[in-house]
RNA sequence: GCGGACGUGGUGGAACUGGUAGACACGCAGGAUUUAGGUUCCUGUGCCCUAGGUGUGCGGGUUCGAGUCCCGCCGUCCGCACCA
């Protein structure tokens, strides 16, 4: 016999005579679907524009302040969404909700970042064209979140694919190509550096007032076309550069720094990475290091997502310091006359014993002399490799061979077992004039600072181990006392202290700080010429060129020399033509040998193009860049077109970025002293996991937008507010293998034991992890809409806890949250009759008192983003109303508001009920009353020494004295006083604490 | 290794500037409705015991009073990782 399938089983209790009437799931997609459409049809949450083509300036000027709320801009996966996507909207939707029904004027909008790399690789897996499965899957999740019942202006959604939307992704991208960055220039905000229009150097090179520095000194009107194009390309902030990418062969493109994790894998795919050389288009991210780190002071942001930025970009501050290298030649090395390092501690050059360079160092070769190891060589140094150290030459190309075989896993999880090889050179510390051994090892890196460092073994610890290794002498030159020169060092001393054994017949610093001392000693260096203070970054240039299909093309061709000319204005969008053969080349993940192979070059009527550039050399032949631009792009943008999505003019009308995103009088919450507003959307919600990609690369537009002009903002989120993650349990059986969640059975454990857990009869362990199809605990929000609706879904994600901490889903505990709506709903309408409940009677004072305090406690929690206790509030004023005979008709529909932004189908459904017709999301948000919160009475707690005894109730406006004497004069407080009373800590109306002698 | 955050019932979590610990919800127990299961509703529910005691990871401190502030441990999570 077929069992009841669950719809049936569902008629037959929740269609239940009795009740016909109540809240039920059923109840709740009908409501829920009726409002989605009358919301859509009378375009309720459109927001107006005070300019460009939708421009109602009127409807502005007659709602209050404006005010910008954000998503993390989805990717269209083909999975669908899990239950714990639409938290993070749920939440900007509650708050722009309430944001509404305080008369402000909210932009609130969703659209889609479809080019990609999932959506390539399912293309190619089903062989269909990756546009129509986005579009597909598009369409799947916009039912998915239009069932949620999210307040959107759908008038502004859009895709990256559009090519509308793209069209100025390519404009926007050359105007960064056509510009520098001008480090002297000064900023409105009286800073120094911006970006300015490449014209406006052609200009300066070409009025003499700046020089350009060619190789064989001649002037900028002495260059051929070809070479002042290569002139410019070396100052714009998009330029081409061959040097060391990320080459993944798995995926069949290179990656930025910030895609690879420390696993030196690829974060989409777990593919190895390798490095390698290839000319790459990179932006001159570099050029606002010190602006990304500084502005994050403006912005109101969680302190953690502040650090990872900073942490990312890296500022030091220190010294560069050329140590001179004298060879064998005669001659010094390099163009610097030795090798120049960066140093944070140029106060101990005076210890410094050797030097090492990173074994990828250019200047390695010239350092290495012909012939044997010269006098001075310690038996240690000629390298590990016995067979090939007879003589430097072959000792160091071992070592360099050996190093360069070695992923950057294997020279991370060989940790700190040091290793090098001596050159066979010496270099002359400046200050002492001591000559130093030179070294190649690889625990320096090529990538960071000069890719070569002095050793200061005696104050480093990464060079004392090196040191004790090597047999390297090891000198004191701070101590923690100006006295302690002679004091031995059994280990590094890396604490703040003074110089000692600082000196020479020129300089001293001994006896001065640290701080005073690197002051000194770089004023030295830079008399002398030796060195400069300087401030050195972690953070590289971002590269941004990938070798697929489903990206932007940029908007760039090649002329016959070479030399990038950008596609017209009026040709964009440069459209991504259709191929036939749109897969990427990929390889053996491990091949490292491989190259890049973009699809687009096996196009070559797209590649090759005969245009007139109107710059007076008629027709010509150029190629296109077949490479795409980094999903990245997309999204570095796209909240400021959700602000003008119409315009074809422009990307965005000015006076609509200001409206919107400008400059706030005050300076953000927290913010420190002497920082201003830095404009940007009012709220951001998102997770960590973008805190140094997508949110850095943003910021990075934004500001060279601003340096242009094309923006008042200086900052694109003002406010980001980093969510939690749902995560939920997972269980695997007795092989690891993960089973079907779902249908996992729980046995609670006899008296205090853990719960069992058995999945068809067979014994399973749980473990708890992400939400998701690897390891079969997904549930998906349709299921949930069908089980209980969107509105009790919407209640229970935001009812969890905090939004910013991260919390297992239980779908058990769904229940709660339907129950209150159940409850409210009941307070409402009779679920037999379906009469309504309320009546025009006066609620109690007590009832009132609490109607006005949860109004206040629910707008103060609203704001700062607490739903979990906001709920709270609401369930404890209903349980209140649910007790009485009649609901009072005043604190039903205050209820109703309150509840409106988190329920908002039920909410609406109530309030029409109730005898509304202008629908609740523009209806004006309950008002707390001060005056209405009156105490009758109000328990006293009455302590001895601090210690809960007894409890009265009392007047609240009782004096001090008076409830002194009441406590006095309680049978437990004279139990306890009878030896007598030393204080009498009063705290009216609610605390009294007596402390006996 | 360095840096940061956090430890509260069986569970998720409340507790504003130090002032009734455990709001609200799940779960659990008992009861009502129901032919029954489910649903719904009501009551109870930190722990130990009878009164009473005890309790916010552990140990100490400041205070009339500490989940909250300070010091030292232990544990969990996150970030960075030879960054010169």
């Keep these: 016999m077929p069992r009841p399938s669950s719809d049936e089983r569902e008629d037959m209790s929740e269609q239940s005579n009795e009740t016909p009437f109540r809240y039920t799931a059923r109840m709740a997609q009908d409501i829920e679907l009726a409002w989605q459409d009358r919301w859509e049809e009378s375009g309720t949450f459109n927001a107006p524009n005070p300019a460009g083509p939708w421009a109602e300036p009127e409807r502005v000027a007659s709602l209050g302040e404006k005010l910008v709320v954000l998503d993390m801009f989805p990717y269209p996966s083909g999975v669908g969404l899990h239950v714990g996507h639409p938290l993070g909207y749920i939440a900007t939707d509650v708050y722009s909700r309430f944001h509404r029904m305080l008369g402000k004027n909210v932009l609130h909008a969703l659209g889609?970042?479809?080019?990609?790399?999932?959506?390539?690789?399912?293309?190619?897996?089903?062989?269909?064209?990756?546009?129509?499965?986005?579009?597909?899957?598009?369409?799947?999740?916009?039912?998915?979140?239009?069932?949620?019942?999210l307040g959107f202006d759908n008038r502004r959604t859009?895709?990256?694919?559009d090519d509308e939307y793209y069209r100025w992704t390519q404009w926007i991208f050359l105007k960064i190509w056509d510009a520098w960055y001008d480090a002297d220039a000064v900023r409105p905000d009286g800073g120094r550096g911006r970006a300015r229009p490449i014209s406006e150097l052609v200009e300066e090179f070409e009025s003499g007032r700046r020089a350009p520095l060619t190789e064989d000194g001649r002037g900028w009107a002495d260059l051929t076309a070809t070479e002042r194009a290569r002139v410019l390309a070396g100052f714009r902030l998009v330029y081409q550069s061959e040097a060391p990418v990320n080459?993944?062969?798995?995926?069949?493109?290179?990656?930025?720094?910030?895609?690879?994790?420390?696993?030196?894998?690829?974060?989409?795919?777990?593919?190895?990475?390798?490095?390698?050389?290839?000319?790459?288009?990179?932006?001159?991210?570099?050029?606002?290091?010190?602006?990304?780190?500084?502005?994050?002071?403006?912005?109101?942001?969680?302190?953690?997502?502040?650090?990872?930025?900073?942490?990312?970009?890296?500022?030091?501050?220190?010294?560069?310091?050329?140590?001179?290298?004298?060879?064998?030649?005669?001659?010094?090395?390099?163009?610097?006359?030795?090798?120049?390092?960066?140093?944070?501690?140029?106060?101990?050059?005076?210890?410094a014993t050797f030097m090492v360079i990173a074994p990828e160092h250019p200047l390695v070769d010239s350092l290495v002399p012909e012939g044997g190891w010269p006098e001075g060589t310690h038996a240690d140094w000629t390298g590990a490799d016995a067979a090939a150290s007879a003589t430097p030459k072959e000792a160091v190309a071992a070592y360099r061979l050996a190093a360069s075989r070695k992923s950057d896993v294997e020279r991370q999880t060989e940790g700190k077992d040091k290793s090098g090889v001596f050159t066979g050179s010496f270099a002359t510390n400046p200050l002492t004039g001591e000559a130093i051994p030179v070294f190649v090892a690889d625990y320096v890196l090529m990538g960071y600072g000069t890719g070569a460092i002095m050793a200061v073994p005696g104050h480093d610890e990464r060079d004392f181990e090196y040191a004790t290794k090597f047999s390297i002498p090891i000198v004191r030159v701070v101590a923690a006392r100006p006295d302690g020169g002679d004091e031995p060092l059994t280990e590094p001393f890396v604490a703040d202290g003074f110089a000692v054994n600082s000196a020479n017949a020129t300089v001293s610093l001994d006896g001065l700080a640290v701080e005073d001392a690197k002051e000194r000693i770089i004023a030295y260096l830079e008399d002398g010429g030796d060195g400069r203070g300087t401030?050195?970054?972690?953070?590289?240039?971002?590269?941004?060129?990938?070798?697929?299909?489903?990206?932007?093309?940029?908007?760039?061709?090649?002329?016959?020399?070479?030399?990038?000319?950008?596609?017209?204005?009026?040709?964009?969008?440069?459209?991504?033509?259709?191929?036939?053969?749109?897969?990427?080349?990929?390889?053996?993940?491990?091949?490292?040998?491989?190259?890049?192979?973009?699809?687009?070059?096996?196009?070559?009527?797209?590649?090759?193009?005969?245009?007139?550039?109107?710059?007076?050399?008629?027709?010509?032949?150029?190629?296109?860049?077949?490479?795409?631009?980094?999903?990245w792009a997309g999204s570095c943008w796209y909240y400021l077109r959700y602000l003008d999505p119409a315009n074809h003019e422009t990307f965005v009308d000015p006076a609509n970025e200001s409206y919107w995103l400008g400059r706030h009088a005050e300076p953000v919450a927290g913010a420190p002293a002497g920082t201003v507003d830095p404009g940007g959307v009012d709220l951001y919600i998102g997770g960590v996991e973008h805190a140094v990609l997508h949110l850095l690369y943003a910021r990075f537009w934004h500001k060279v937008l601003f340096d242009l002009g094309h923006v008042s903002s200086e900052e694109p989120f003002r406010k980001y507010f980093s969510q939690g993650y749902i995560q939920a349990y997972a269980y695997t059986d007795s092989r690891g293998q993960y089973v079907e969640a779902s249908e996992v059975e729980e046995h609670p454990g006899a008296h205090g034991e853990e719960p069992t857990f058995t999945w068809q009869g067979q014994q399973v362990f749980r473990e708890y992890g992400k939400i998701g199809k690897s390891l079969k605990n997904s549930v998906s929000p349709d299921e949930m809409y069908d089980a209980f609706g969107a509105d009790t879904f919407r209640v229970y994600e935001m009812?969890?806890?905090?939004?910013?901490?991260?919390?297992?889903?239980?779908?058990?505990?769904?229940?709660?949250?339907?129950?209150?709506?159940?409850?409210?709903?009941?307070?409402?309408?009779?679920?037999?009759?379906?009469?309504?409940?309320?009546?025009?009677?006066?609620?109690?004072?007590?009832?009132t008192t609490q109607l006005h305090q949860t109004i206040a406690g629910v707008r103060d929690d609203f704001e700062g983003l607490r739903f979990n206790t906001a709920i709270a509030k609401l369930i404890e004023l209903n349980n209140s109303v649910t007790k009485l005979e009649v609901p009072p008709r005043e604190v039903v529909e205050a209820m109703v508001l309150m509840v409106a932004p988190v329920a908002p189908h039920i909410a609406e459904e109530m309030w029409s009920r109730l005898g509304h017709d202008d629908g609740v999301a523009h209806a004006a948000f309950p008002v707390s009353d001060p005056a209405k919160i009156v105490m009758g009475q109000?328990?006293?707690?009455?302590?001895?020494?601090?210690?809960?005894?007894?409890?009265?109730?009392?007047?609240?406006d009782i004096s001090e004295e008076d409830l002194r004497t009441l406590a006095l004069s309680r049978d437990k407080v004279r139990a306890a006083t009878e030896a007598g009373v030393r204080t009498v800590i009063v705290r009216a109306p609610k605390l009294v604490n007596v402390v006996p002698v």
């Design 158 to 161: 859009f895709a990256t694919i």
């Design 938 to 956: 109000v328990t006293c707690v009455i302590q001895i020494k601090g210690k809960v005894r007894d409890r009265v109730e009392v007047s609240p």
């Design 799 to 847: 009812s969890m806890g905090p939004l910013e901490l991260s919390k297992p889903w239980d779908i058990r505990a769904v229940v709660g949250s339907q129950r209150f709506l159940q409850r409210l709903w009941r307070n409402v309408v009779d679920e037999e009759t379906g009469a309504l409940r309320v009546a025009d009677v006066a609620p109690d004072q007590a009832l």
């Design 247 to 351: 080459w993944c062969p798995g995926l069949g493109t290179v990656l930025s720094n910030e895609e690879v994790t420390n696993e030196g894998r690829s974060e989409r795919g777990n593919f190895p990475v390798f490095k390698r050389n290839l000319s790459q288009w990179m932006m001159r991210i570099t050029a606002y290091a010190d602006r990304l780190a500084d502005d994050l002071d403006g912005v109101d942001w969680p302190e953690n997502v502040k650090r990872l930025q900073r942490n990312w970009i890296g500022r030091s501050q220190g010294a560069r310091v050329t140590f001179p290298v004298p060879l064998a030649s005669g001659e010094l090395a390099g163009q610097k006359g030795g090798i120049e390092v960066f140093t944070t501690r140029p106060d101990t050059v005076f210890g």
């Design 112 to 149: 889609y970042d479809a080019f990609g790399l999932p959506a390539e690789q399912y293309a190619v897996q089903t062989g269909q064209h990756p546009r129509k499965t986005t579009e597909e899957n598009m369409t799947n999740m916009k039912r998915q979140l239009r069932r949620l019942g």
């Design 535 to 631: 401030i050195n970054y972690r953070l590289r240039d971002w590269l941004f060129s990938r070798q697929r299909y489903w990206g932007e093309p940029f908007p760039v061709m090649f002329d016959d020399d070479g030399v990038a000319y950008a596609v017209p204005d009026d040709q964009l969008p440069l459209t991504l033509p259709d191929v036939p053969d749109y897969s990427p080349k990929t390889f053996d993940p491990d091949d490292a040998t491989s190259s890049p192979e973009p699809p687009l070059s096996r196009v070559p009527e797209w590649v090759n193009v005969e245009v007139d550039l109107g710059d007076g050399r008629g027709v010509r032949h150029f190629r296109r860049e077949t490479n795409t631009m980094p999903n």
